[in-house]
């Protein structure tokens, strides 16, 4: 289940990292790399930090190939994609909330304690969207964005706290991932914004 949901967070923040590659204008090569730096960066941070070397993402092709799958898709078919708005936004809030789980459910395997599994899940799902929006030459959606960082903690949090209740693992990560997602999704149609200093 965990390379699962690693291979499908990969694929969804890839589509993203493309998307945002098109916007930039970039050439072929420009998209691939976007693409796979913004799949395979969050989890290759999560594992360094868990002492898992060389980490999942460079270990297997899978991961790789993956993410030059998305980016060729939006490659060949850019316009599909820009027809439902903002794909964007929404790709990412599913990727964030794919990316909690497995980090989260990751850590716990682990060993790591509550707070650090949250920690790594949160780093898992944000870390991804920092590079490629660095590569991009865009400040992080972590640093401006509304609700974001504090969506994949909440559902992190929520894995956590289930799986010491006793639910099974599976039914932990969906309901995290399903948080995150959700408390993103609102927070993007509310323009919900996490508190910020008041400047006279």
């Known amino acids: 289940m965990l390379v699962a949901l690693d291979l499908a967070g990969a694929f969804i923040f890839a589509l993203t990292g493309a998307l945002v590659a098109v916007r930039a204008k970039m050439d072929i090569v420009g998209m691939l790399v976007l693409a796979t730096a913004t799949g395979i960066g969050g989890g290759v941070v999560r594992d360094v930090l868990l002492g898992e070397f060389p980490p999942a993402a460079l270990r297997s092709a899978r991961y790789l190939v993956c993410c030059c799958l998305a980016g060729l898709l939006i490659f ?17 809030a599913v990727g964030l909330g794919v990316f909690a789980a497995a980090g989260t459910i990751k850590a716990v395997h682990f060993g790591t304690n509550g ?7 949160v780093i898992t799902a944000v870390g991804g969207g920092i590079i490629r929006d660095l590569l991009a030459g865009e400040i992080p959606s972590v640093l401006r964005s509304d609700i974001y960082a504090v969506a994949a903690a909440l559902g992190s949090i ?18 995290g991932a399903a948080l995150t997602i959700a408390v993103r999704l609102i927070a993007i149609q509310r323009g919900w914004q996490a508190p910020r200093p008041q400047r006279r």
Request: glycine share 10%; proline share 5%.
């Open 76 to 92: 060949a078919l850019p316009r599909l994609f820009e027809q439902f708005g903002s794909p964007i936004r929404y790709l990412d």
């Open 115 to 121: 707070f650090t599994a949250v920690f790594l899940g």
């Open 158 to 175: 929520a894995i956590v706290l289930t799986r010491d209740a006793g639910l099974i693992q599976a039914g932990a990560a969906v309901l």
